[in-house]
């Protein structure tokens, strides 16, 4: 087999390389995978920018889907998986040891120095390929693998991070279940996948939120099990939650929208009397204006912010995939190959004009 994979290397803001790196040996706790497709989001676009505290030069690429290449002994029992097998890779490599990972927190662990992970640990550290923007990616010992059954197209088992985000957020975090109404603010990748987890969870309503520009995701949205749709720049949102939850407000918010921090405001307003809003868009550090904590006070409000995917997502994500009972290829608009790495990151981002993205996934 070859000595060498490709990558993409990011060495500076907005400075991408595609570059020959050594392939790693295996031992008895590692191994190999061949990348059959690496999921693309909104996280890439922030460290494409530079706008993450990333140290470079790093292999991007931290929603890797592959084949099993190579596999040491005790890694293939510890795993359950063998050569040939197909997984899906969580991006956190945790330590196991620090009172977060005890604690049953492994997703925020920074135990091994910052955030370590695929497509996070720097080029610097040996073996180099830990992001999957790259024909082969390394298995550290602690990197967490999910099987996932072969015959299902890449682009869509390629899904499981998107849709893990929609369980945690959307299900496992507010408890979502049957009877819930729950409403999702902004309809991108993480919003839709917040529409099929809440569905599949036996939520009763669930409408989501967004702007004029979102028409097709909205759109989306209804064919993913949405009940209804709320254009917020056509429609007082507010009055439109209270008339579809018959005044009583949603009893699950889950907030996705990205770089607007308004929405945050706005869900005191939506959510029900003791209802559960979640925070999982980002901001860039930005504060919220016009924040009434006063309903949070009079609502008794649960305000929970949501990092990353569990384990326990991502399996529930994984069987919904392979279930094939919801439309998720409708989801997937771009494949790219790894040499237009920088073209799938700014497409995704909004920066070349009249190609709107969704889902996308590099396939090397
Ligand atoms: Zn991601
Ligand atoms: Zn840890």
């Given at each position: 087999m070859a000595r060498t994979s490709r990558a993409i290397v990011q060495t500076a803001p907005r400075r991408l390389e595609l570059r020959e790196l050594p392939i790693p040996e295996i031992d008895d706790d590692t191994g190999l995978l061949r990348v059959e497709a690496c999921g693309i989001c909104g996280s890439d676009a922030e460290q494409y920018a530079g706008v993450l505290p990333v140290r470079l030069p790093v292999v991007p690429g931290h929603e890797p889907l592959g084949i099993v290449e190579r596999i040491g002994d005790r890694a293939a029992k510890r795993w359950g998986v063998d050569v040939g097998d197909r997984v899906a890779v969580e991006t956190l490599i945790p330590c196991g040891h620090c009172p977060a990972c005890i604690g049953g927190r492994y997703q925020v662990c920074r135990g091994r120095g910052g955030m370590f992970g695929h497509g996070y640990v720097?080029?610097?550290?040996?073996?180099?390929?830990?992001?999957?923007?790259?024909?082969y990616m390394f298995l550290d010992p602690f990197s967490i693998v999910h099987r996932v059954r072969k015959d299902l197209p890449a682009a869509l088992a390629v899904m499981f991070n998107p849709i893990g985000a929609g369980f945690r957020w959307a299900v496992e975090i507010p408890r979502t279940g049957p009877g819930d109404t729950v409403l999702v603010l902004g309809p991108g990748q993480r919003g839709l996948a917040s529409v099929v987890a809440a569905r599949a969870a036996g939520a009763d309503l669930v409408i989501v939120t967004g702007l004029a520009r979102d028409a097709r995701k909205l759109a989306l949205a209804r064919e993913l099990g949405a009940d209804h749709v709320i254009d917020v720049e056509a429609e007082d949102a507010r009055v439109r939650v209270r008339e579809l939850t018959g005044g009583r407000g949603a009893d699950v918010v889950v907030e996705v929208t990205a770089?607007?921090?308004?929405p945050v405001a706005e869900a005191l307003h939506y959510v029900a009397t003791g209802g559960r809003i979640v925070l999982a868009g980002v901001k860039g550090l930005k504060a919220v204006p016009d924040f009434v904590s006063d309903l949070v006070v009079a609502k008794e409000i649960t305000i929970q912010g949501a990092f990353g995917v569990t384990s326990r997502a991502y399996a529930a994500a994984i069987r919904l995939i392979e279930s094939g009972?919801?439309?998720?290829?409708?989801m997937h608009t771009h494949d790219f190959r790894l040499e237009d790495a920088e073209r799938a990151i700014r497409t995704l981002a909004g920066e070349l004009p009249g190609e709107a993205s969704i889902h996308s996934c590099l396939v090397p």
């Amino acid at each position: 087999m070859a000595r060498t994979s490709r990558a993409i290397v990011q060495t500076a803001p907005r400075r991408l390389e595609l570059r020959e790196l050594p392939i790693p040996e295996i031992d008895d706790d590692t191994g190999l995978l061949r990348v059959e497709a690496c999921g693309i989001c909104g996280s890439d676009a922030e460290q494409y920018a530079g706008v993450l505290p990333v140290r470079l030069p790093v292999v991007p690429g931290h929603e890797p889907l592959g084949i099993v290449e190579r596999i040491g002994d005790r890694a293939a029992k510890r795993w359950g998986v063998d050569v040939g097998d197909r997984v899906a890779v969580e991006t956190l490599i945790p330590c196991g040891h620090c009172p977060a990972c005890i604690g049953g927190r492994y997703q925020v662990c920074r135990g091994r120095g910052g955030m370590f992970g695929h497509g996070y640990v720097p080029l610097a550290q040996p073996p180099a390929l830990w992001g999957a923007y790259a024909d082969y990616m390394f298995l550290d010992p602690f990197s967490i693998v999910h099987r996932v059954r072969k015959d299902l197209p890449a682009a869509l088992a390629v899904m499981f991070n998107p849709i893990g985000a929609g369980f945690r957020w959307a299900v496992e975090i507010p408890r979502t279940g049957p009877g819930d109404t729950v409403l999702v603010l902004g309809p991108g990748q993480r919003g839709l996948a917040s529409v099929v987890a809440a569905r599949a969870a036996g939520a009763d309503l669930v409408i989501v939120t967004g702007l004029a520009r979102d028409a097709r995701k909205l759109a989306l949205a209804r064919e993913l099990g949405a009940d209804h749709v709320i254009d917020v720049e056509a429609e007082d949102a507010r009055v439109r939650v209270r008339e579809l939850t018959g005044g009583r407000g949603a009893d699950v918010v889950v907030e996705v929208t990205a770089n607007a921090p308004e929405p945050v405001a706005e869900a005191l307003h939506y959510v029900a009397t003791g209802g559960r809003i979640v925070l999982a868009g980002v901001k860039g550090l930005k504060a919220v204006p016009d924040f009434v904590s006063d309903l949070v006070v009079a609502k008794e409000i649960t305000i929970q912010g949501a990092f990353g995917v569990t384990s326990r997502a991502y399996a529930a994500a994984i069987r919904l995939i392979e279930s094939g009972r919801v439309p998720l290829e409708k989801m997937h608009t771009h494949d790219f190959r790894l040499e237009d790495a920088e073209r799938a990151i700014r497409t995704l981002a909004g920066e070349l004009p009249g190609e709107a993205s969704i889902h996308s996934c590099l396939v090397p």
